[in-house]
């Protein structure tokens, strides 16, 4: 639907890049009624993605595939979405010679996608696509930390050679599964139930410590019970 949208599209014919490979999206979901758990956003595809036609696949993206393994491993159930802030494929910046006029004329199209995925958690890679978002500052200064539901980080391609950037980088997926994991604890005290109970006083605890392990959680009478 995308990529016939940006054939008669008048925007998208007046930008730099329409001649340029398209790459769309990359996502395990297949049920057009099911959201993104996380959904990814950076700058634009390159011709390293050509091969595969996803965006963020390329070698420059292998750590991020590796978290993102790591992730799904982790949290087998989870969905999750790629996608780009600009459609078409480019190059370094320096070759992109009008590039916030390439971003506003591919906003509409990258947010009907975001709009449609309905993310509950978004990270973005890179200053552009944090900046997409209205969020200001530098990237790296912000990095990791939670703006509403979006988590900015740096870009995965700035990583080799770059320990600092690996560090910031490997930081916010730290964020980004606590904050998983913070939303799995809430869906889960959500669920409720009505049950007999009754817990004896001294396995009552008032302090939770490092020798214990969280193996439920419950909602009884309105409480929490872990």
């Not at 963020?56 to 969905?79: C, E, G, V, W």
């Not at 494929?89 to 906003?107: G, M, T, Y």
Request: hydrophobic share 40%; net charge neutral.
């Amino acid at each position: 639907n995308c990529l016939s949208f940006i054939k008669t599209r008048k925007s998208c014919y007046q930008c730099e890049l329409n001649k340029n490979r398209k790459i769309i999206i990359d996502s395990n979901i297949e049920n057009e009624s099911e959201s993104a758990d996380v959904l990814f956003i950076g700058y634009h595809p390159t011709d390293g993605d050509a091969q595969s036609m996803l965006p963020m696949s390329s070698q420059n993206f292998a750590l991020f595939r590796d978290m993102l393994d790591t992730m799904l491993i982790k949290y087998p159930h989870i969905k999750f979405a790629c996608i780009n802030i600009l459609s078409c494929c480019a190059n370094e910046e320096v070759n992109l010679s009008k590039p916030d006029s390439a971003i506003s004329k591919c906003k509409e199209i990258a947010t009907v996608i975001k709009e449609n995925f309905k993310p509950k958690i978004i990270m973005t890679f890179g200053d552009k696509a944090m900046k997409w978002f209205g969020i200001k500052g530098s990237v790296t200064k912000n990095n990791g930390t939670i703006f509403d539901n979006i988590i900015p980080t740096v870009s995965p391609d700035s990583l080799q050679y770059n320990a600092k950037n690996k560090s910031l980088f490997e930081a916010a997926w730290v964020e980004l599964f606590s904050t998983i994991d913070a939303i799995t604890v809430k869906q889960k005290a959500e669920i409720g139930g009505n049950c007999e109970y009754n817990i004896p006083q001294s396995s009552i605890i008032t302090r939770i410590t490092p020798d214990l392990t969280i193996l439920d959680i419950k909602e009884l009478d309105n409480q929490l019970v872990f």
